[in-house]
């Protein structure tokens, strides 16, 4: 499997307090089957999909308990120059560029906004085995209060285009490489997200029926947040967790309706 190219979606893991209930919910729900935990590496667990490795979940470090969250990785092939770039660019960096054994370097930061992500530069680990197939990951968004900062901030450091969905409901735009759309980017709203939730960065997961995966999660103790809704691109719905960790699931298979016209590359 080739490398991602720079500014790519690569890699996504959260961070559990229960991590064996995390892998009961998600086998559940998504139809994961998981690896043995690496304790060299804080009993990291890689999650499978017909053997293809989609995601990991981890126990929090001591003294970093907290909210369980998903993180979506960008692509780079030297974190330390990203680093940089994160940095002259108005970022935080929340963990320092690090060396993962043979596997890879990696660095986590949030943006002028706030949004927390991570960057990952392969070694032996080059990020997601499968993609855009049930269980595997199909889509990231940028949800954030101050999308002229995600706006600036984004393309800098990854060299993004940007394009606008032309919509006068929603603030909504395209993140791309070349002809590809990598990422979403949403404005947050008061109304559907109250002012304790901060921005964060969605990731979408395939399911192979939108609806039965929504039950399945609130069966299991987790929440429905917004959904399920048909849309061009699939039916989808957002949930959380029962730990809190909110995603997305989206049925490819479903899609409805016309694609929105976009507007603008810079």
């Given at each position: 499997?080739?490398?991602?190219?720079?500014?790519m979606?690569?890699?996504?893991?959260?961070?559990?307090?229960?991590?064996?209930?995390?892998?009961?919910?998600?086998?559940?729900?998504?139809?994961?089957?998981?690896?043995?935990?690496?304790?060299?590496?804080?009993?990291?667990?890689?999650?499978?999909?017909?053997?293809?490795?989609?995601?990991?979940?981890?126990?929090?470090?001591?003294?970093?308990?907290?909210?369980?969250?998903?993180?979506?990785?960008?692509a780079?092939?030297?974190?330390?120059?990203?680093?940089?770039?994160?940095?002259?660019?108005?970022?935080?960096?929340?963990?320092?560029?690090?060396?993962?054994?043979?596997?890879?370097?990696?660095?986590?930061?949030?943006?002028?906004?706030?949004?927390?992500?991570?960057?990952?530069?392969?070694?032996?680990?080059?990020?997601?085995?499968?993609?855009?197939?049930?269980?595997?990951?199909?889509?990231?968004?940028?949800?954030?209060?101050?999308?002229?900062?995600?706006?600036?901030?984004?393309?800098?450091?990854?060299?993004?285009?940007v394009q606008?969905?032309?919509?006068d409901?929603?603030?909504?735009?395209?993140?791309?490489?070349?002809?590809?759309?990598?990422?979403?980017?949403?404005?947050?709203?008061?109304?559907?997200?109250?002012?304790?939730?901060?921005?964060?960065?969605?990731?979408?997961?395939?399911?192979?029926?939108?609806?039965?995966?929504?039950?399945?999660?609130?069966?299991?103790?987790?929440?429905?947040?917004?959904?399920?809704?048909?849309?061009?691109?699939?039916?989808?719905?957002?949930?959380?967790?029962?730990?809190?960790?909110?995603?997305?699931?989206?049925?490819l298979?479903?899609?409805?309706?016309?694609?929105?016209?976009?507007?603008?590359?810079?």
């Open positions: 499997m080739a490398v991602h190219p720079e500014g979606p690569c890699w996504a893991d959260a961070m559990f307090t229960d991590v064996e209930g995390a892998k009961s919910f998600y086998g559940d729900v998504l139809g994961w089957t998981f690896g043995e935990a690496s304790s060299e590496y804080g009993n990291y667990t890689l999650a499978y999909v017909n053997g293809k490795a989609v995601a990991a979940v981890v126990p929090p470090m001591p003294g970093q308990e907290g909210q369980s969250a998903w993180c979506l990785y960008l780079s092939p030297d974190v330390a120059a990203t680093a940089a770039k994160i940095r002259d660019n108005g970022g935080e960096l929340l963990m320092e560029p690090m060396q993962v054994g043979e596997f890879g370097s990696m660095l986590l930061a949030r943006d002028p906004s706030g949004v927390v992500f991570g960057v990952w530069q392969a070694g032996k680990h080059e990020g997601f085995g499968a993609k855009a197939i049930p269980g595997a990951y199909v889509w990231g968004e940028v949800f954030t209060r101050e999308p002229e900062k995600s706006d600036a901030f984004f393309p800098a450091v990854f060299l993004y285009k606008r969905v032309e919509d409901v929603i603030d909504f735009k395209l993140f791309t490489l070349g002809d590809s759309a990598v990422l979403g980017r949403m404005k947050m709203n008061d109304a559907d997200f109250p002012l304790e939730v901060p921005p964060f960065l969605n990731v979408y997961f395939g399911v192979e029926n939108c609806d039965a995966a929504v039950a399945r999660t609130t069966e299991r103790g987790g929440v429905l947040r917004f959904g399920p809704m048909d849309s061009p691109f699939g039916r989808f719905a957002a949930l959380s967790d029962p730990q809190g960790a909110t995603f997305s699931v989206i049925d298979n479903a899609a409805k309706g016309d694609m929105p016209k976009m507007s603008g590359a810079s």
